[in-house]
């Protein structure tokens, strides 16, 4: 995995360990259980756009039938969580085979429309099965999270719950970036042609790393859905998708830790801007602009740049 | 010098970071000020700093000023939660008041539930203030649309009317005008969506037929498409459900095809508003709505309780805000007063502030209606808090 | 009513609607040909041509023929320093990082407005005063005419200014090759800044013209942004006269889906036409494969 990731992985898993001792307050902590549920499909977006270099503009639509999934099975039909979470995994992959087989094949910006079209049906469908998803009013009462009589109801230990769930897919994905596979991906965001000429199957690794960035969003979307307990068409729209892909770009598109960066300044700032009322779409904007202007590869590697700056004057 | 700007600056960070609040009554406030619910919650914002300032120049309740702390949950669930849990933990609330919609209304419910803080809601769905199973039980039923809930969640109370009393007030005006044939078209919103189920559930109750039923999108700009079909139909009358510039544009459309005084329009409480008169324009004649009494103020019997706390709001609210008031606005009002009511009774005591607003407010005018709550109604009123309203020479008047 | 008549009017409205699709997709191609970036914040343009347009008419009184000229001026000079000051300094980012610009653009855009106008909607009085006009058993309003006739002179006039002008053929020069174009002595950059312009420009006519039969409002911009995109898409991305086709295509059939299948799913008719279209023509309709294939977007 490389020694520095190894550290930063480190660092991270004792921060967020020690969190909920400092930090008591139920608000904090769901504001960090959000950033983790956000970081985990941030972190499968950024597998597929910054590595395999290909835009999905529907990434909320698979967030949401993760969430579906589990919200109408267990409320509806009453089946355990764990059913209804490898139910929504299922249709996740499904759905992602489906657009991927057949717009891979082709160059370029097909990708991109075919996720937006998918993303927008969904949307539709989402909206329109009343009876099922209970339209636009939404589905409420999605029980909590339970292992053997344990309850997971929010605080500390959704908190704990979504953490280990994010720093596991973390693992994950930064073995898969340094094993063979992700040399692979490099290789093919670099030049398909040239990928390709080196024997590399790059329509089957491209449908692999948006079928899996699909699970991993499916996989947020269940944690989302217990954790609120209602769900609505409205939280998995088009807005979403773009603004988690401006969490993968403002956080540093080309790595999984910039992908971490985004989700959490993209989920906070909106919290801390709750001060400035109306004006906070306003300073919202500002502030996404300038950091575009300033740090156009995203915020880690102007951190990083900064840093590599700040030791060269000293 | 630098040294001690910075000192001067942290102090003052410091005092405004860890400075209590100054002892006062806080009142958590939630509303969709931004985003797709702003129609509703921008005026229970402003409801919230006029009633704040009458209250605290008054000189408070028991001589505590009140704090209501405004949150914006931008139309959105999960912001919706992040605010409540935020009042109910670093602001300590008694009481949460929110929100606009019925959606976030109920993601805050389980919180509330769970925080043991009383929550009035001012959006209008019956789920809210009704637990799972009892409106399963009522759906069960033979006849669903002769039901009512009777066992309300503890915690939860609710004051916007349900679209259900709004439909019913339609319907027995269809029925008094022997129309026995209606189109309906909705928008595929929250709001449309709880109108056309209700619109549906209670049309055998009033032996009307729904024979066109017809949706469209909230951002939709043209629904001719629409309203065509349903002039080609056997329908005696249209009502339209949504909220926000949709209103309009298919009032608009409406008159433009020609359907006055062949189909009358009837839109639903959401219509109630100046603006949507303004920008309708000539179209808006002859619209029949049904509103609350707090849009035509000055035309209400003197004789009925709800007059003087009507025309007071409205006269003040416009003074201040120099905009039209709207029934919205008014939900805001119930709530806040209701909680000042109780506040007065039994000062800061989240259990005795619920225990309160469900014995206590009874025959107790509000802008919404004459509110009756119980320990098996926390909502309050039904139909008898609308009139129906026609549009005359741009003006409220009542139907004839 | 005869199902003629239904059709007829499901048609009309459709051209209306299309026709602003269509102007949203010219813009998005011309910005396209001359830099590869998808603007985003293309429907923010006609958001705001319709509200400037009612301050200076509804609020300063002035008369149409001044303040059509002036607010598409204005909203021109808002494209011009849009393109100064976020897109110049970013020119060698990522294209991504481009199209993410537009995308906080949007944002930024929309919160000056909703700070300015609010949240609640704006009308224009039609052009002409009248009441609509009955053909074929379906009703057209006077206005519609208007949105019409002012599609048609934006596409006459554009593809004289691509096809004949000097500068218009630079431009054009610019989207194939831009180096090859800059040795031919084109200045690449004022190119850009124009193509941006011209953009705001067109989309402030629409928003203008739409106004007095769809209202305005703050928040209108992204779905016509989706809508204008799927429109130039399925002309084929970078073909002028592609958008205005595709343009009317999701138009008329969102309004015949709308009034024939089922009004619920009018919005993912647009994207379902464009995805039906790019499994048989992936360059959309009137593209040309090469072109697409040379093309990083």
Redesign the interface.
């Known amino acids: 995995m490389g020694k520095e990731n190894r550290k930063a992985l480190f660092i991270l898993i004792i921060c967020l360990g020690i969190f909920p001792f400092f930090i008591r ?3 904090y902590l ?2 960090m259980i ?1 950033v983790g549920i956000n970081a985990i499909i941030v972190m499968g977006l950024s597998l597929l ?1 910054g590595y395999a270099g290909q ?1 999905s503009l529907g990434h909320a639509a698979f967030f949401g039938i993760g969430a579906y999934c589990s919200g109408v099975l267990t409320v509806k039909l009453g089946f355990s969580i764990f059913t209804a979470f490898f139910c929504g995994i299922f249709l996740s992959i499904v759905m992602a085979m489906t657009i991927a087989i ?1 717009t891979l094949k ?5 990708l991109a ?2 996720t ?2 998918f993303g ?2 969904i ?2 469908i989402f ?2 099965l ?1 009876e099922i998803t209970g ?4 589905l ?2 999605i029980p909590s999270i339970h292992f053997f009589g344990y309850a997971f ?1 929010g605080g500390w230990r959704y908190f704990y719950l979504v953490w280990t769930v994010a720093i596991l897919l973390l693992i994950f994905s930064l073995n898969i970036i340094h094993s063979r596979i992700g040399r692979a991906l490099r290789a093919v965001h670099g030049s398909e042609v040239a990928a390709q000429a080196m024997g590399v199957n790059v329509s089957q690794l491209k449908i692999q790393v948006f079928v899996l960035s699909a699970i991993y969003a499916s996989v947020a979307g269940t944690l989302y859905a217990h954790f ?5 068409p ?2 998995f729209s ?2 979403v998708s ?1 603004l988690l ?2 969490m993968v ?2 956080g540093g ?1 080309g790595s999984i830790w910039g992908a971490l960066l985004g989700a959490g300044i993209l989920t906070i700032l ?2 801390s801007l ?1 001060a400035f ?10 502030i ?2 300038t950091i ?2 300033f740090m ?2 995203g915020i880690f590697k102007g951190l990083i740049l900064s840093v590599i700056w700040m030791r060269k004057k000293w | 010098m630098k040294k001690s700007w910075i000192a001067f600056l942290t102090m003052v960070l410091c005092i405004v970071l860890i400075s209590p609040g100054w002892a006062a009554y806080n009142i958590g406030f939630v509303a969709s000020i931004t985003g797709p619910a702003s129609w509703l919650g921008e005026p229970e914002k402003n409801t919230a700093l006029m009633l704040q300032e009458w209250i605290n120049s008054a000189g408070g309740i028991r001589g505590v000023p009140i704090e209501i702390v405004i949150e914006d949950s931008k139309g959105m669930e999960a912001d919706a939660v992040l605010t409540t849990k935020k009042l109910i933990e670093r602001d300590n609330v008694l009481v949460v008041i929110g929100s606009s919609t019925t959606g976030e209304s109920m993601a805050m419910v389980p919180i509330c539930e769970q925080a043991g803080t009383p929550m009035i809601s001012m959006a209008a769905a019956l789920s809210i203030v009704t637990p799972e199973d009892e409106m399963k039980r009522m759906e069960a039923s033979k006849t669903p649309w002769l039901e009512v809930p009777k066992k309300p969640r503890y915690w939860i109370f609710k004051v916007a009317p349900s679209d259900a009393s709004s439909v019913e007030k339609i319907y027995i005006y269809c029925q008094a005008k022997k129309i026995k044939r209606v189109a309906i078209i909705t928008v595929s919103a929250g709001y449309g969506v709880e109108g056309r189920r209700q619109l549906k559930r209670l049309a055998p109750k009033y032996g009307i037929e729904i024979v066109a039923d017809e949706l469209y999108g909230p951002k939709d700009t043209d629904m001719t498409a629409q309203l065509t079909k349903i002039k080609a139909s056997p329908a005696q009358a249209v009502i339209n459900w949504s909220v926000g510039p949709t209103q309009v544009i298919v009032t608009k459309n409406w008159n433009d095809l020609g359907m006055r005084g062949k189909i009358p329009l009837i839109q639903s409480h959401g219509f109630g508003s100046k603006g949507n008169i303004k920008l309708a324009g000539e179209a808006a004649e002859g619209v029949i709505t049904p509103l609350g009494r707090v849009l035509y103020a000055e035309k209400v019997d003197p004789k009925n309780p709800q007059k003087p706390v009507v025309m007071k709001y409205k006269t003040e609210y416009e003074k201040r805000f120099k905009s039209d008031v709207s029934t919205f606005g008014g939900h805001a009002y119930d709530a806040i007063m209701m909680v000042a009511d109780a506040l007065k009774a039994v000062g800061p005591d989240k259990k005795g502030i619920r225990d309160y607003l469900e014995t206590k407010i009874r025959n107790w005018p509000g802008t919404g209606g004459m509110y009756n709550m119980s320990p098996t109604d926390h909502t309050g009123f039904g139909a008898d808090g609308f009139e129906m309203i026609e549009v005359v020479h741009g003006e409220w008047e009542f139907a004839k | 009513m005869s199902l003629f008549s239904e059709i007829l009017q499901f048609v009309f409205t459709g051209l209306t609607i299309g026709s602003i699709y269509s102007m949203v997709g010219l813009g998005f191609n011309i910005i396209y040909n001359a830099t590869t970036i998808i603007n985003l914040a293309q429907g923010e343009f006609v958001m705001f041509g319709g509200l400037i347009m009612v301050f200076l008419t509804v609020v300063l009184k002035f008369p149409l023929f001044i303040g059509f000229p002036l607010t598409v001026m204005v909203v021109t000079a808002i494209g011009a320093l849009f393109e100064r000051f976020a897109i110049h300094p970013l020119r060698n980012a990522s294209l991504l990082t481009l199209i993410i610009v537009t995308i906080a653009a949007s944002i930024l855009f929309r919160g000056i407005a909703m700070f300015i106008w609010g949240k609640d909607p704006y009308t224009l009085p039609p052009f002409t005063p009248g009441g609509p006009v009955m053909i074929g058993g379906a009703v057209i309003m006077l206005q519609t005419f208007w949105v019409l006739g002012t599609t048609l002179a934006i596409v006459v006039l554009t593809t004289l200014f691509f096809g004949k002008t000097i500068v218009g053929k630079a431009m054009s020069a610019c989207s194939f090759n831009p180096m090859a174009a800059s040795l031919m002595g084109i200045h690449v950059r004022k190119m850009i800044l124009i193509s941006f312009a011209l953009s705001a420009g067109l989309g402030a006519i629409a928003g203008i013209v739409i106004t007095p039969i769809s209202l305005m409002d703050y928040d209108r911009g992204p779905m016509l942004a989706v809508k204008g995109f799927c429109a130039a898409v399925l002309g084929g991305l970078g073909v002028g006269y592609g958008a205005v086709l595709g343009g009317f295509i999701v138009g008329i059939l969102e309004s015949l889906t709308a009034g024939l299948v089922h009004s619920g799913f009018k919005d993912a008719v647009a994207l379902m036409i464009l995805l039906f279209i790019l499994c048989f023509k992936p360059s959309g309709i009137f593209g040309s494969e090469e072109v697409s294939k040379i093309k990083k977007f």
């Open positions: 307050s139920d608000y769901s504001i959000f756009m835009i057949p082709l160059k370029g910006h097909y429309v075919a937006l079209g927008e049906i949307y539709v909206n329109e009343l339209g636009p009013s939404g409420s009462g109801k609120v307990t209602f769900i609505s409205s939280t088009l807005f773009i892909l401006m770009v403002i598109g909106p919290e709750r009322r109306d004006f906070d779409i306003l300073v919202y904007g500002v996404l602009m575009l202007l156009p590869e």
